[in-house]
């Protein structure tokens, strides 16, 4: 397939440009999905938050039962090592993974001895200070962690999220609002929100449902610290709908501010700003 931007692969010791093949038809990640990632940044130099992603990764991996075999400071040193393939004004993705290779017990569940290990760079430009979106409520929900693996970054949870994504842009948003499984408020398809009242930030409470996601966390700390009230809690959809102003925060384009939700058309916000402006300041430290 051509058409993909600048990548580079670390497996099994070596960098390979372009998108190496990596599974074959028996390989069990490719039809029983035992498969984790994780996403970190470059931009501008800088890797915010990388150790953390790192961490989360190998915390995924056992999650899954596969076998991290990677340390963390193996992959921040791969990881810095793969940076310099690029041209330095290049935005990056940075993408570990790890996936099984054999069945195990069962067949469905893998052998974690047989898991396998690479790092994925490539060109993925960030969006720029003038990014926004708008958002609907999906049909689908997210899944309870009795029915999913949701306490990891885990490749199998994605197609749910895809499916949202595609159904309210079929509809003409951007992206779409999940609830859990109770009918609350949890995320967006594949980033963390956050909505505004008064001059008061307010996010879903990690509730076993999906990702307290490192953006996020980063965001809650750097909200505080500047002196902004930030409450974790239950959110119901109309207080969103009901709200000042929301936002979004994800690894791929950091923050997000919200133009719209359903019909409604939104302001971009003093407090969305003064987020975004929050992390990449953070990130450039």
Same mark, same amino acid.
């Given at each position: 397939?051509?058409?993909?931007? *600048?990548?580079?692969?670390?497996? &099994?010791? #070596?960098? /390979? ?6 599974? $074959? ?12 990632f994780d996403g970190a940044r470059f931009f501008d130099g800088v890797m915010p938050d990388l &150790?953390?992603?790192? /961490? ?5 991996? /056992? =999650?899954?039962? +596969?076998?991290?075999?990677?340390? *963390?400071?193996?992959?921040? *040193? ?40 690479? %790092? ?30 949701? @306490?990891?970054?885990?490749?199998? %949870? ?5 499916? =949202? ?14 609830? &859990?499984?109770?009918?609350?408020? #949890?995320? %967006?398809? #594949? ?20 990702? @307290? ?26 207080? +969103?709908?009901? =709200? ?5 925060? $994800? ?7 919200? @133009?719209?939700? *359903? ?14 402006? %929050? ?7």
């Amino acid at each position: 397939m051509s058409g993909w931007s *600048e990548t580079w692969t670390w497996i &099994d010791g #070596a960098w /390979q440009g372009g998108n190496p093949a990596i599974a $074959g038809p028996r390989t069990h990640a490719f039809w029983q999905g035992s498969s984790v990632f994780d996403g970190a940044r470059f931009f501008d130099g800088v890797m915010p938050d990388l &150790d953390l992603h790192c /961490q989360r990764f190998n915390n995924s991996a /056992q =999650a899954l039962y +596969l076998k991290p075999i990677m340390r *963390e400071g193996e992959i921040l *040193e791969l990881c810095a090592e793969g940076v310099k393939k690029f041209s330095s004004d290049k935005q990056l993705y940075i993408k570990p993974m790890y996936w099984a290779e054999e069945d195990g017990p069962g067949v469905i569940s893998c052998d974690p001895e047989s898991t396998r290990f690479a %790092l994925c760079l490539f060109e993925a430009p960030m969006a720029g200070d003038d990014v926004s979106m708008s958002v609907t409520l999906s049909p689908f929900r997210r899944p309870s962690i009795e029915t999913m693996p949701v @306490n990891a970054k885990a490749g199998c %949870l994605y197609p749910n999220g895809a499916r =949202a994504v595609r159904e309210a842009k079929a509809r003409g948003f951007d992206n779409a609002v999940m609830l &859990d499984t109770l009918g609350n408020v #949890a995320e %967006l398809t #594949a980033a963390n929100i956050f909505l505004v009242k008064d001059g008061e930030v307010h996010t879903p409470v990690p509730n076993g449902t999906f990702l @307290n996601g490192i953006t996020r966390q980063r965001m809650i700390q750097l909200l505080r610290v500047a002196g902004i009230t930030v409450y974790e809690r239950t959110v119901a959809y109309a207080e +969103l709908k009901a =709200a000042d102003e929301l936002f979004s925060t $994800g690894n791929y384009n950091k923050v997000v501010p919200l @133009n719209g939700i *359903e019909e409604r058309t939104m302001e971009i916000g003093p407090v969305s700003r003064k987020a975004r402006e %929050l992390y990449f300041e953070y990130a450039h430290k």
